[in-house]
DNA sequence: CGCGAATCTTGACGAGTGTCAAGATTTATT
DNA sequence: AATAAATCTTGACACTCGTCAAGATTCGCG
C-alpha cells in the first residue's frame, strides 16, 4: 500500500541540474534525464504563474491550470509545495548570477563599465520584474519560515560575488581597490534595485533613469582614492 | 437587514489617531476616542501574531487568540483582514520614523552622530526584529497586491524623509553637503539594514557588529569633498 | 506484441480561511 | 431604572488549500 511512486531527489534540486543548463550529449537520453527535463518544464511554468501571483497566493491547482500539467503531477516531482518554489527561484536565479558577466569581460573602461551594468539593471527591471519580485518575496518569507532559510542565504551569497566580480572589475579597470567590501557593496545595490523595482511596479515615471543615474554616479564613490 | 454595525471609519487609519498618539486631554473621552483606541488595542495585539507568522500565515483566528478579543470583533473595528494590517503597519512604523530623532538632536560630532546611529539601528534588529520583518513582509506583497501599495509608498516615503534628517545633520555637523540625493541614501542603509536583518534571523554571528561598522564606514562616504 | 515500470489524471478528504449575521452583553443616556 | 446604542461572542457558510491514493494512460524494453 501506498508508496507507489519511483524514485525521487531526495532534496531540492539534483547537483547535475542545478550546474548544468544543457545535458551533455553523451548518453542521448537516459531515463533520470527525462525525468530533470520535466521538473524544469513544470519549473518554468510555476516560474509564470508564481511571478504572477507570489508565493502565498498562488496555488498548486493555479499553477497547473497554468500549465500544461494537471494538479496532482507536482507531487509525483516535488515533495510539497516548498520545494517545488525553492527549485523555482533557483531556477531562475541561475541566470541572473551570470547577467552581467558579458559586461564584466567586454567594459574597456570604469566609465564604460558602470554605463553597461546601469543598463543591463534597468533592462532586467523591465524585462523580468515578476521574477523580481518573486525573489524578494521569498526571501521575505524565509524571514518566518525557518526551511526557506539555507537556499535564500545560497542565492544571496551567490547574488554578492556577482556584485563583487562587477566591482572589481571596475576597480581594476580604474586601477584601484574597491572602498567597501562585496556583502556592503550587495546590501547597497540591492537596497536600490528592489527600490526601483518598487517604484517601477508603481508606475513612478523614471524610476529607470534614476537607477541607471544612481548606479553610474554611486560607483566612482566605491573606490578606494589613489594612493 | 444587516448593517447592524455602527459608523465606522471609512478607509485606513483616521487622521487623528495617525498624527498624534496620545490624545488631547480637552474632552475627556469622547466615544470616538474610545473606538480609536480599541482600535490600537487591537493593533497591538495583532502586531504581535503578526510579527510572529508573517502576513500570509496569520489568520484573524490565530491573531484574536493571542488577544483579549474573539475572531468576530475585527470585522467591528476593520472592514477586512488588509485594512487591519495595513492599520498596525502604518501604526508601528509611526514610532520608526521618529527612533533617530534623539541621535539627530543630541550628536555632537559627525563621528558621534554616525556611532549613535549605528547604535540604534543595531539596537532595533534586537529589539524588534519581528516588527521589521513584518515590513519588509508586507512591501513585498505590495508588489503583488495593487491596494498595499498607496500605504506602502507613504511608509516608504516617510522612512526616506527619516534618513534624509539624519544625513542633513550629519553633513551639517561636518560642514559640507551629503554626496547623494535622500532616495539613493535610504536605498542603500535599507539595503544593508535588511541584509543585517536577515543575518540575525539567521543567526549568523557577527551581524550586529559588522551592521555597526559598516554604518560607520559608510558615512563619511556619502558626504561631498570639502570645497 | 506484451508486460512492467513510469507517468499522469481524477477525485476526494480534512483542515483552515475570511467573512458575515444574529443574538447576547455591556455601556451610555435620559 | 428603562431604553437605546454600542460592543462583543458565537456559530455558521462558502470557499480554497495542500496532500494523497487509486486508477488510467503512456512509455520502454524484451
Redesign the interface.
Known amino acids: 500500500m501506498g508508496q507507489v511512486r519511483p524514485r525521487r531527489a531526495p532534496e531540492g534540486v539534483s547537483l547535475r541540474s542545478m550546474t548544468q543548463v544543457a545535458a551533455p550529449k553523451a548518453s542521448r537520453r537516459t531515463p533520470a534525464d527525462k525525468h530533470d527535463e520535466r521538473r524544469k518544464a513544470l519549473a518554468e511554468s510555476a516560474l509564470r504563474t508564481l511571478g504572477?501571483?507570489?508565493?502565498?497566493?498562488a496555488s498548486l491547482r493555479e499553477i497547473a491550470n497554468n500549465s500544461e500539467f494537471s494538479h496532482g503531477v507536482v507531487h509525483y516531482y516535488f515533495n510539497d509545495k516548498l520545494e517545488l518554489i525553492v527549485y523555482c527561484v533557483r531556477y531562475y536565479k541561475q541566470t541572473c548570477v551570470h547577467r552581467y558577466d558579458g559586461v564584466v569581460a567586454e567594459a574597456t573602461s570604469p566609465e564604460d563599465l558602470a554605463e553597461r551594468f546601469g543598463d543591463k539593471l534597468v533592462e532586467t527591471i523591465v524585462e523580468e520584474a515578476p521574477m523580481h519580485?518573486l525573489w524578494?518575496?521569498l526571501?521575505?518569507?524565509?524571514?518566518?519560515e525557518e526551511s526557506l532559510?539555507e537556499a535564500?542565504?545560497q542565492i544571496?551569497q551567490s547574488l554578492e560575488d556577482m556584485i563583487a566580480r562587477v566591482l572589481g572589475r571596475y576597480a581594476e579597470l580604474a586601477g584601484v581597490e574597491p572602498?567597501?567590501a562585496s556583502?556592503?557593496a550587495?546590501?547597497?545595490?540591492?537596497?536600490?534595485f528592489?527600490?526601483a523595482?518598487?517604484g517601477y511596479?508603481?508606475g513612478r515615471d523614471g524610476v529607470l533613469e534614476?537607477l541607471r543615474a544612481?548606479v553610474v554616479?554611486?560607483m566612482p564613490?566605491l573606490l578606494a582614492p589613489r594612493a
Open positions: 504572477e501571483l507570489g508565493y502565498a497566493r519580485r524578494y518575496d526571501r521575505s518569507q524565509s524571514m518566518f532559510r535564500v542565504a544571496d572602498a567597501i556583502p556592503v550587495y546590501g547597497m545595490f540591492d537596497g536600490i528592489q527600490q523595482l518598487l511596479l508603481n534614476d544612481r554616479e554611486l564613490m
